[in-house]
């Protein structure tokens, strides 16, 4: 192992990638890939620390590299040994030996040895392979990696920087996503609790909310503390912190650059809080006490990982990729051959340095290959996770009073909750609360999320045919899971599916990680689109409303998976002033 400072520089910068490839800098997070990073993160760490230079020292020390070694090593030490028994002068500065001494054995053994050296690499170029294996793994690992997601830029060769994956297809839609999941999440302003040491009770509370509208994304936004509202509890022993969610302002920008600006607005946060919990000395020593260490061994307090903790959990896009390890090892064969190998370089040398040469390119591709195995481990889990089925979380059941037998009047009329329901929804007075009331009215929906497990499950079992009588059904959750769930049931059963996906307009940009704006949107819309129509039947109908922005990208994707011959028709129609257009596409 490399240990120089100037010598080590190669290996310290790969170690260093690495570590951010498997997400070090996120050690004090705790939920979902987080928390299985961090259970590996000490055989990570071992990985990197010891055992991949250890490898590759190894496989040096064997082949051509450990020929020209011991050639070296064995000239020294024979060396050595004449200026031990024949003097210093011996040896000339310029490594010529006195011809006083060739006829003697040691002086037959030196010049044989210094003819062996001759032929082979200096001990500097050893330590060039050694440099040079390690800046190309720095180079290939790094080019497909970018904030936390492995992503498909494919290098062909000098002249053509990018190639596509075909397999003979006439026409093929391809893109740079589109062989990743495009997770899209939505921010959670759910209250957030935890507790300090010393039983001190710490609030998040989000007290306003910028939002985007009707599925369209502006401006990024970001959850910003209320420092100065920062407000100690002395009775309750608690710590209230307010939160906003929105786009930063023009000042703010300036303030925290383009770059991490989440993580600088915690940092501010982080300088700023204590000095409003002056008046707390207790609260503020729990909060800044130490609860652990990061990547680089620096302390991160209670606070610090809370707060890194809320916004990351509660606002992060990601891919997933869907065979990382058949992509990297792919484009690991790639670089071997196009930037590694170098046919004019190899002719321009000769044969003499080619074993050398191609011990270098198995070296780079047996340690390549053993990282993207621990890489793919991970990416493989989070795939496994993202694609298992969901469980339903809740489920409420709507019926109309005509369906429900008078045995649950008395449980009906009794429940203030659902009487409000039907004031604020149907605009029902309320004050003849009876029996009879009920059966007049029919039509009026009860929904059961107003009353008690045992009310539902006793109504439910009371219905011979539950789907007969619950004729729609509406699903709350991530479209992708959500279809995931319905496919069994529903396959090949729906006469018509409807979507009016975001725009992804100049004007009202749907925000993605990696700005990968076409690419994102493309992934997402390909995989739900996909899944949609599994429950399409056979004579089903899929409509789709977009505008001029994506309506190629969305009629190649529909096209892929429909065929051309299935597209019945385009609608245009102006919905805005501004001139957006409407485009429905009908698709069987």
């Known amino acids: 192992m490399t240990t120089g400072t100037a010598e080590g520089a190669h290996i310290h910068k790969f170690q260093n990638l690495l570590r951010e490839l498997f997400q070090f800098d996120c050690a004090d997070l705790d939920f979902g890939i987080y928390r299985i990073m961090n259970h590996k993160r000490d055989a990570v760490e071992k990985f990197i620390s010891d055992k991949l230079p250890d490898s590759i020292s190894e496989e040096l020390n064997r082949g051509p590299s450990a020929q020209e070694a011991r050639a070296f090593a064995h000239l020294e030490d024979v060396a050595r040994l004449i200026r031990e028994t024949l003097g210093e002068d011996a040896i000339g500065y310029d490594g010529e030996l006195d011809p006083r001494y060739h006829s003697l054995p040691i002086g037959e053994e030196y010049l044989e040895a210094r003819d062996a050296a001759s032929d082979a690499r200096s001990r500097e170029a050893v330590q060039a392979v050694e440099a040079s294996i390690y800046n190309h793994l720095y180079t290939f690992f790094s080019r497909y990696y970018e904030e936390g997601d492995f992503i498909s830029k494919r290098r062909y060769s000098r ?8 397999n003979g297809e006439e026409v093929y839609l391809h893109w740079a996503n589109s062989d990743q999941y495009y997770v899209k999440t939505d921010a959670n302003f759910k209250n ?3 507790n300090a040491p010393n039983c001190v009770a710490v609030r998040f509370r989000i007290m306003e909310a910028d939002v985007e509208q009707n599925n369209v994304k502006g401006e990024k936004r970001f959850f910003l503390p209320r420092v100065r ?9 608690a710590v209230t ?23 600088k607005i915690i940092a501010a946060a982080l300088a700023d809080i204590p000095r409003h919990l002056g008046d707390a000395p207790e609260a503020l020593a729990s909060l800044t006490r130490e609860r652990s ?15 890194r903790q809320y916004a990351r959990k509660n606002d992060s896009d990601f891919f997933i990729h869907k065979d990382l390890s058949g992509f990297l090892s792919r484009e690991l064969d790639f670089y071997l051959k196009n930037e590694v190998l170098n046919l004019d370089s190899l002719e321009a040398v000769g044969e003499s340095m080619s074993e050398g040469w191609f ?3 198995r070296l780079i591709k047996s340690i390549g290959g053993r990282i993207i195995e621990f890489l793919a481990q991970i990416e493989n889990f989070q795939k496994t996770l993202w694609e298992k089925q969901k469980f339903v979380t809740e489920t409420h059941y709507c019926v109309t009073l005509g369906n429900i037998a008078s045995d649950f009047y008395p449980d009906i009329v009794s429940n203030e909750s659902q009487w409000q329901e039907w004031r604020d929804l149907f605009d029902v007075d309320g004050a003849d609360r009876s029996a009879q009331f009920l059966q007049a009215n029919p039509t009026l929906v009860l929904d059961t999320q107003h009353f008690s497990a045992d009310f539902t499950d006793r109504l439910l079992a009371s219905f011979d045919n539950l789907d007969s009588v619950t004729d729609s059904l509406l699903v709350n959750g991530e479209n992708w899971q959500a ?3 319905l496919r069994n049931q529903y396959r090949s059963s729906l006469d018509c599916i409807y979507i009016d996906p975001p725009y992804n307009t100049n004007e009202n940009t749907f925000f993605y990680k990696n700005s990968y704006k076409h690419s994102s949107w493309i992934s997402m819309m390909k995989d739900r689109i996909e899944l949609g129509a599994v429950l399409l039947a056979k004579t089903g109908v899929l409509q789709t409303a977009i505008n001029d922005t994506e309506t ?7 096209d892929n998976l429909f065929a051309e011959s299935n597209r019945m028709a385009t609608i245009i129609a102006e919905v805005n002033p501004a001139g957006q257009n409407l485009r429905l596409m009908p698709l069987p």
């Open 159 to 166: 002249n053509q920087r990018y190639a596509i994956p075909y």
């Open 192 to 194: 957030y609790d935890w």
């Open 229 to 237: 509202e920062t407000r100690w509890d002395a009775n309750d022993s």
């Open 241 to 263: 912190i307010p939160f906003e969610y929105r786009p930063l302002t023009t000042s703010e920008k300036i303030t925290h650059g383009n770059r991490n600006q989440q993580d």
């Open 293 to 307: 260490r990061d990547s680089k061994n620096n302390p991160v307090t209670y606070l610090e990982h809370h707060l």
């Open 359 to 361: 011990q270098q390119m």
């Open 483 to 485: 279809l995931n769930i």
């Open 552 to 558: 190629h990208s969305l009629r190649s994707i529909l």
